[in-house]
Each structure stands twice: as structure tokens, then as C-alpha cells.
């Protein structure tokens, strides 16, 4: 349970996480109990989710009944857009430690290089809130800073402020939508990537209304499985895990949750881990379409990926 990478920060991430986007705040609670009652170490939050305070519910009557202890847990947030420059950071990550009921955040991340807003400020103040999030760490609010949804150049970017380094990369990632360049250039720099929606994320198509071809009903994916005598998610969770990231899956059924932790407990044979690398469909399911804009910054996706 207990298994972790190593962060350019020096601190240790726990390679398996329970994710929370769209977990329902009348289900969220009980689902992180259950998630740390499992032998759970990371959470994956964000303010955007809208849950944070039943996650903290959830965190301190854990820590509380002795189930766990505030320093074995991993808690991620994520700054959301409408936050960017340096006048919000602070403001928008205290919020959410409030609502998580922590002192500290083990990871806070950059959530979009977006600002949400059109006019004047539509462009995002990428370098100005990067310092902001480094000012976190020094103030000691925040162990490791990170971005989500960044494109190689627009962490290039970031790099160029020295100091407090960049040690999370969170994408989506999966058979599906691998990610390699931005995960062999985060490889090459020492950064760890974090991949969302391990599943490929059945329920995001129906959320962004998107006629998407389902991961976990991929033939090949349902034959490793059955040769194998494993869940299909089974298989695709040891899949993130060979391919070197951590990953978050995100269930509120509390059986789900366990067999998901358990993914650590085998070994994906190199022949299937090499089968499921090779599927052609790539393609992302959480495309960022809803951030593009003729106004601006990004008037069409290959902008805002590149
Ligand atoms: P549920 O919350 O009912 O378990 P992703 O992390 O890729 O976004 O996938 C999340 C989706 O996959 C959710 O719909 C979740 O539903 C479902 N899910 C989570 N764990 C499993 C599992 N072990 N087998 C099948 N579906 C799962």
C-alpha cells in the first residue's frame, strides 16, 4: 500500500490515489472514509470539484478515530482559474486547506494555463502565478508544487523561474491518450507525471457529451484480461503503474475502491504491458474544448496543447 515515488521536492508520492472529480458531495465523504479505511495514502482534490469540504469532513473524522494520521496522507489540491496572478494564489489555497481541514497540502497544482476570463486578463499570468505557488512553499503551506493540463513549452516556461522546483505534472493518461511526449520530457527533467482518469474515464464522455470510444470495452483490453483472470480495470490501472506514473482512480463504491488499491499487488507481463502500448485509437477524453475561444488565449486545441 505504502508503495511511492520520490518528487524533485524530496518528498515521497503514493502511487495510488482516490480521485474525486465528480464524486457527489453526498457520496464523497463515506467514499474517502472507505478509501483510507482501504489503506489509501493520497487523495486527489480540487476546488473546482466542489466536494473539498466533505473530503475534509471525511480526512478529519479519520484522523480523528486513529484509521490514519495527518502525515501518512497525501493530499493533493489544485488552483483553480479563475485564481491565476499573484494577489489570488494565497487567498484561493488557504480556501481550500480550510475546507480540507489541513495545515499544510502535501501538492498544490496549477489546474489549466487558463484564466477563464475574456477581455483584458484573458491571458493567463502563467510565470506570475508559478512564483505565487512557489511563495506557498516557502511560507510552508504547501509541500510540492505542480501543474495539471500543461503542454511541454508552457512548463518550459515555468522553468525559467529558479528556486522551488516543479515536481508534479498531472494529464490525463491511458492506453487511450498515453501522453508520451509530455511524459518523456518529464522523465527527462526529473518531473513525476500523475495520470488522471486511469480508465479512461467512462463517465467524462457523457459529462462533455462526448461520442468517445470506451476504454475499458476495447477487445484487446478484454482478452489481456480474461487470459490474465483480472478485472479489465485491473489490468489498466497495473498498465499506469508499469508505465511509470501514479494514478487516480476515481470511485465512490467502496468495493471499486479497494480492488483499484490493489492494482499494486501484481505485475502486468511485459508482452500485454507492450500489446496495450500499441492501441492506435489516441485520443484525449477531456480535450479542454470548453477553453477555446476566437477571444482568446487559445482560438483552437492544437493552441492550447502546444
Ligand atoms: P464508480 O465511481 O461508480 O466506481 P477514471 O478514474 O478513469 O475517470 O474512471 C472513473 C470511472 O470509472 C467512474 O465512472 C467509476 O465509477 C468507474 N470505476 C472506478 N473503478 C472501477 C473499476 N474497478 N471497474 C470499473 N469501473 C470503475
Not at 484561493?92 to 480540507?100: E, G, I
Not at 505542480?146 to 492506453?175: I, W
Not at 482518469?197 to 467524462?204: Q, R, V
Request: charged content about 20%; glycine content about 6%; proline content about 5%.
Amino acid at each position: 500500500c505504502n508503495t511511492t515515488a520520490l518528487l524533485a521536492s524530496g518528498y515521497d508520492i503514493p502511487l495510488v490515489g482516490l480521485g474525486t472529480w465528480k464524486s457527489e458531495p453526498g457520496r464523497v465523504t463515506a467514499a474517502v472514509k472507505s478509501a483510507l479505511a482501504s489503506g489509501y495514502r493520497h487523495i486527489d482534490c480540487a476546488a473546482i470539484y466542489k466536494n473539498e469540504d466533505e473530503v475534509g469532513n471525511a480526512l478529519a473524522a479519520s484522523i480523528h478515530q486513529g484509521v490514519v494520521r495527518r502525515e501518512d496522507v497525501f493530499i493533493t489540491s489544485k488552483l483553480w482559474n479563475s485564481d491565476h496572478s499573484d494577489r489570488r494564489v494565497k487567498a484561493a489555497c488557504l480556501k481550500s486547506m480550510r475546507d480540507l481541514r489541513v495545515d499544510y497540502l502535501d501538492l498544490y497544482l496549477i489546474h489549466w494555463p487558463v484564466t477563464g476570463n475574456r477581455g483584458p486578463d484573458v491571458q493567463p499570468p502563467l510565470l506570475e502565478t508559478w512564483k505565487a505557488m512557489q511563495d506557498l512553499v516557502c511560507q510552508g503551506l504547501v509541500r510540492s508544487i505542480g501543474v495539471s493540463n500543461f503542454s511541454v513549452s508552457k512548463m518550459e516556461g515555468l522553468m525559467t523561474a529558479p528556486g522551488v522546483p516543479l515536481s508534479v505534472c498531472q494529464v490525463e493518461c491511458h492506453p487511450y491518450f498515453r501522453n508520451d511526449g509530455v511524459h518523456a520530457w518529464c522523465k527527462q527533467q526529473g518531473i513525476h507525471m500523475t495520470a488522471y482518469s486511469p480508465l479512461g474515464s467512462a463517465d467524462s464522455a457523457s459529462l462533455l457529451g462526448r461520442n468517445a470510444q470506451m476504454l475499458l470495452q476495447n477487445e484487446t483490453l478484454l482478452s489481456i484480461a480474461n487470459d490474465l483472470k483480472r478485472s479489465p480495470a485491473e489490468v489498466l490501472l497495473q498498465w499506469g503503474l508499469r508505465n511509470g506514473t501514479s494514478i487516480l482512480p476515481k470511485s465512490t463504491s467502496s468495493e471499486r475502491i479497494k480492488a483499484n488499491l490493489a492494482s499494486l499487488d501484481w505485475q502486468l507481463p511485459q508482452v500485454a504491458f507492450e500489446a496495450l502500448n500499441n492501441l492506435d485509437y489516441q485520443r484525449r477524453m477531456v480535450d479542454g474544448s470548453f477553453w477555446v475561444n476566437p477571444a482568446g488565449p487559445y482560438s483552437n486545441l492544437e493552441e492550447l496543447w502546444k
